[in-house]
Structure formats: C-alpha cells, structure tokens
C-alpha cells in the first residue's frame, strides 16, 4: 500500500513540473491576403509540414513538380472549346517551366460540356490533395455542377470560358470560382445593340438548349433587345440531344422573325442553321446569329455552306495586348501546327499565369526546398489580384470572381472561313 502512494505520488509531481513547462510556440501561418502580382520572394518556414490555413495545405516536397489542373471539355462535338484553352494553359507553363525552383505539371480532366461530366471531373480533381488549383471550366453547365465540390473542397478554379451570368451572381457565387472570362451580361448587351443599332432589326426569334450558357446568355439578349424597342417574336428551347429541329422552326416561321438568335454549342447549333434553311418563311435569306459556344472550325463543318453570312459574337481579338500576335499566336502555331481553334486560349493563357503569381505570393519555402501552399491564403491572393497584365487585358478581380477586362466584337462567317476550317478573325463590329 505505501509502494502504491509513493508512486501515486511521484506521478502528480511529474504532472506539476511538466505544465510549468511552455509549450513551443506554433509557427507563424503564411500571409493571405497578398495580390497575386507580388514578387517578394515566399519567407523560409521554421517548421516544414505544418499549416495553419484554414482549408489545408499542399505540401510539394523537394524537386517534385508544382501541379496545376485542367478541367475542360476536350472530347466530343465540343472538344475544340476545351482544346484550344487547355493549349492556351499549355503555352503558359511551357513559358514558366519552373516556379520556385519547381517543375510545373498541368494535369487534368475531360469535363464533357455537360453537368454529369462537371460532377465526375470535380470529384476526382477533389480526391487529388497534390492538386494545387484548376483551370475551368469550359462550359457554364460544367461549372454550376462541379464549382461548389471543388470549393467544398477547398480548391480554387479560375475559368477562361464559362461565362454564364448566374455563376458570379451574389446568391449562387461559390468562393472557389473564379473567371478570367467575360459575364454574359456583357455579351448579351452587345449582340442586342448589333442587332438593333447596326443591322436595325426589329424582330427577333431566339433558341436555347436549356445549358446555363445558352439560356443566360438568351435572357441578357432578350432583356437588352427589347429595351432598346425590339420584339422577341418566340422564344423556343430544344434538347441538347434533339436531332429534327424542324418542328420548332416551323413554329417560329409562323412569329415571321426577321432574325434567329441561338448561342448554343456545334451540335444543336449545326442542325438548325441547316434545317432552318428548309423552312417556309425562314429559308436561306433570314439572318441568325450565335455567339462563342458556335466559334470553332467543328461547328463550321457541322454546318456547313448554310453557316456562310451568320454572326457570331465573341471576344474582340484586336483589343488583346501586343504580346498576343507578336509572342503567342507564333507560339501556338509553332506548338500545334494551326491557327487557334475557338475563342478561349488567351483567357486559359491569362487564368494559368493569374495562378501561378498567386502561388508565388502565398508559397512558403522551406529549408529542406520543400513547399506550402495554403490553399486558403491561395485563393485571398486570387482574389486579391488587380492591374494584372494579361494577353486579354487589365486582369483585376471582384468579390464576385469575375475578373475579366470584358471586350466583345462580332464576326461574319465566310465562304473563305468555311473552305479553310478556320474560324473568323476581322470582326465587323464595334469599328
């Protein structure tokens, strides 16, 4: 008995000596509010592993590469959307090659341009903790399915082409989405003022495919088209899989447009530019016009002849800085053989290099040439980025994720454009 308190007593004095004892201090988290453009180089770590960020770290141990993803459309009808950014994102790390003494890495996911293919490719981007952040989606239906999971899971995406409205909207935003794209607000305003103010039209018919592109980027025209005095005539929807538009087109035929409006993607959007041509009261004389969901050498062989004289609207070229013709388009063509095949590769050019300077604000170093990246001091510095310079202009980003410098133009398809498989480059409006 008196061995059993003797020893019960020699544990409480052991128990009193150890709390006098401070604990060691933890270290300091990483700053996370830096603007993405910063350049002071990323503070060495006291002790490597350890992350106090909120959503987590990444960890990239000594020599292993810094990997980025793609979530794009890069199969399909629509595949040259997703190509032709994840080439833009191509050319950017092929440009960077090392970011803090570390190999860059782009690996990625077919994200299909549809909601089931957004949810699968998140999901697995989201079980990938070497992942450091994503560049996508192409396509709005891809985004509005995949972008909270990925948030959820701390990631942080920046998107060169999916432009629906609702996606930065203040009730549906989620903080992992961002885009270096234009808001179809903008779009859709600019289509209406062509339509109206150029070519003064006064009766409109549209279409939608019922994807969140299509269907935002319809209301953003409809709502500026009748403002400034147009009429919708019809405003009809079909299904992405739909394959005899004719029943459609013949109800709007009855509404006498003298316009078809559908800024859809290459498979509905070849169908009706060729059925509409068999229909009484639409035929080959009426006007149409779609929007960058259509601008791709894919669609221009879906359509064929029937596309020759249609609008599309999509991002104005010539705006985009020096280095666009003068470095990138050589590049691009030295790289793939081709012109660019859509409308979005300077944007994933843009997104790629907006992420890489975050990194390069946020990244701590450490003394074993290991990294940490918070993945929440990661976005802050995404967030925080503005004056960027970006092939597509003053990169500078909203609370909202919309960090664009939007500038739209609209194109006239040629018989030139439709013979080559090349899609249009001289815009015709604004001068």
């Known amino acids: 008995m008196q061995k059993r308190t003797g020893l019960i007593s020699l544990l409480v004095l052991l128990a009193l000596v150890l709390a006098a004892c401070p604990a060691p201090a933890a270290p300091a988290p990483a700053e996370s509010g830096a603007a993405a453009e910063a350049t002071e180089a990323p503070a060495e770590a006291e002790a490597p592993g350890e992350c106090a960020d909120a959503l987590g770290c990444v960890e990239i141990a000594a020599g292993d590469p810094i990997r980025v993803a793609y979530m794009l459309v890069v199969s399909g009808p629509d595949g040259s959307l997703g190509i032709d950014a994840r080439r833009g994102a191509e050319i950017a790390v092929a440009e960077k090659a090392t970011l803090l003494d570390h190999p860059v890495e782009l690996v990625g996911e077919d994200s299909g341009c549809n909601a089931e293919g957004g949810q699968a490719a998140a999901q697995k981007l989201a079980a990938d903790s070497t992942v450091v952040a994503v560049i996508g989606t192409s396509c709005s239906s891809e ?15 920046v998107s060169p082409s999916a ?4 996606l930065t909207d203040e009730a549906k935003h989620v903080p992992g989405f961002l885009r270096t794209a234009h808001n179809d607000k903008v779009q859709g305003q600019v289509a209406a003022q062509f339509v109206a103010e150029e070519l003064g039209l006064k009766n409109v018919a549209t279409i939608h495919d019922g994807s969140p ?36 087109l013949t109800s709007i035929a009855t509404t006498k447009p003298e316009m078809l409006y559908y800024p859809i993607f290459t498979a509905s959007g070849g169908l009706i530019t060729v059925q509409s041509e068999e229909i009484e009261g639409l035929g080959p004389t009426i006007k149409t016009m779609g929007a960058d969901g259509l601008f791709s050498p894919d669609f221009l062989a879906a359509a064929g002849a029937s596309a020759e004289g249609m609008y599309l609207s999509s991002p104005d070229f010539s705006t985009f800085g020096p ?3 003068e470095n990138f388009l050589p590049a691009y063509q030295a790289a793939y053989g081709e012109k660019p095949t859509s409308a979005f590769h300077a944007h994933a050019y843009d997104a790629a290099n907006v992420i890489f300077a975050a990194i390069e604000a946020v990244a701590v170093q450490n003394a074993d040439g290991s990294l940490t990246i918070g993945r929440q001091a990661l976005r802050d510095a995404l967030y925080a980025t503005s004056g960027f310079q970006g092939l597509t202009g003053n990169i500078t980003c909203a609370t909202n994720g919309d960090c664009a410098d939007p500038r739209i133009a609209v194109y006239e398809i040629t018989a030139e454009n439709i013979a080559n498989g090349e899609t249009p480059t001289t815009k015709i409006y604004p001068e």
Request: hydrophobic content about 45%.
């Open 143 to 157: 985004a509005r399915a995949g972008a909270a999971i990925l948030s959820d899971a701390g990631f942080t995406m």
């Open 163 to 166: 432009t629906a409205p609702d």
């Open 213 to 248: 592109y299509a269907e935002g980027l319809v209301n953003a025209f409809s709502t500026n088209f009748t403002e400034m005095g147009g009429t919708i005539t019809a405003a009809e929807a079909v299904g992405p899989t739909d394959t005899d538009m004719r029943p459609v």
């Open 323 to 325: 280095a666009y013709a």
